[in-house]
């Protein structure tokens, strides 16, 4: 089992940043992908960025650009830093990992995750 928990969420004004961070521990050597994603509300969740061990990493066309993926492996730990933030940003974002399912790691398909942590509120206001 793998536990995640997400903290750095907050509130930011229009064209601010934001760093939100991922913490990852139990069997930390069951997973190779994590992924970024987020929630608005009455919204699917959508997928927003993936890095695997090796540190390559994909985004979705939505972010791409403004937002930067990152992982620290001594620390088990994950980073999105989100740049030039809108109000249609505004969401609870999870962070996921999985096994290695495929050799490819991408932040499309949400059910291929099956490590969850609780979310953390970003809010975007104008």
């Known amino acids: 089992q793998v536990q995640l928990g997400e903290s750095g969420g907050g509130s930011v004004q229009s064209g601010g940043s934001l760093t939100i961070t991922c913490e990852a521990s139990?069997?930390?050597?069951?997973?190779?992908?994590m992924g970024w994603f987020r929630q608005a509300p009455g919204k699917e969740r959508e997928g927003l960025a993936s890095?695997?061990?090796?540190?390559?990493?994909k985004y979705s066309d939505s972010v791409k650009g403004r937002f930067t993926i990152s992982q620290d492996h001594a620390k088990y730990t994950m980073y999105l830093q989100m740049n030039s933030l809108k109000s249609d940003d505004t969401a609870v974002y999870f962070c996921?990992?999985?096994?290695?399912?495929?050799?490819?790691?991408?932040?499309?398909?949400?059910?291929?995750?099956?490590?969850w942590g609780v979310g953390t509120q970003v809010t975007v206001s104008s």
């Open positions: 996921a990992a999985r096994p290695p399912w495929s050799i490819n790691c991408l932040p499309n398909n949400p059910a291929e995750y099956i490590y």
């Open positions: 139990g069997d930390t050597d069951s997973y190779t992908c």
């Open positions: 890095i695997d061990s090796y540190g390559t990493a």
